[in-house]
């Protein structure tokens, strides 16, 4: 299984930016997407989660001003961050959740992409 974060930068506050997340070595429609983020000195947090389903999950700092979507037919993942402030600064990770394993799971999820660095300036 593998997992391509890509679309992070620096953006100004209140700016947006897209990260997108391509996996490969799965059948995608069948399993849950997340992106996550890790700020230094701080625990890797679930930002916005989907599944086939529709199930979809927000982080509440973040709830209205990020949509996550997928694309089962291209296999990916995207995390569209809008009204962006300082404090979404964070390396921003995609994963992808086993069959019957929870999103909020972090310590159960296999698979990790690399992370992409979000930086909002003030």
């Known amino acids: 299984v593998q997992l391509q974060a890509s679309g992070g930068g620096l953006v100004q506050a209140g700016g947006s930016l897209r990260l997108s997340c391509g996996a490969s070595?799965?059948?995608?429609?069948?399993?849950?997407m997340g992106w996550y983020r890790q700020a230094p000195g701080k625990m890797r947090e679930l930002v916005a989660g989907?599944?086939?389903?529709?199930?979809?999950i927000y982080e509440d700092s973040v709830k209205g001003r990020f949509t996550i979507s997928r694309d089962n037919a291209k296999n990916t993942v995207a995390l569209q961050m809008n009204s962006l402030k300082p404090e979404d600064t964070s390396v921003y990770y995609c994963?992808?959740?086993?069959?019957?394993?929870?999103?909020?799971?972090?310590?159960?999820?296999?698979?990790w992409g690399k992370g992409t660095q979000v930086t909002v300036s003030s």
């Open positions: 994963a992808v959740a086993d069959s019957g394993v929870s999103l909020s799971k972090l310590s159960e999820l296999r698979y």
């Open positions: 989907q599944c086939s389903g529709g199930e979809t």
């Open positions: 070595g799965i059948t995608f429609s069948d399993h849950c």
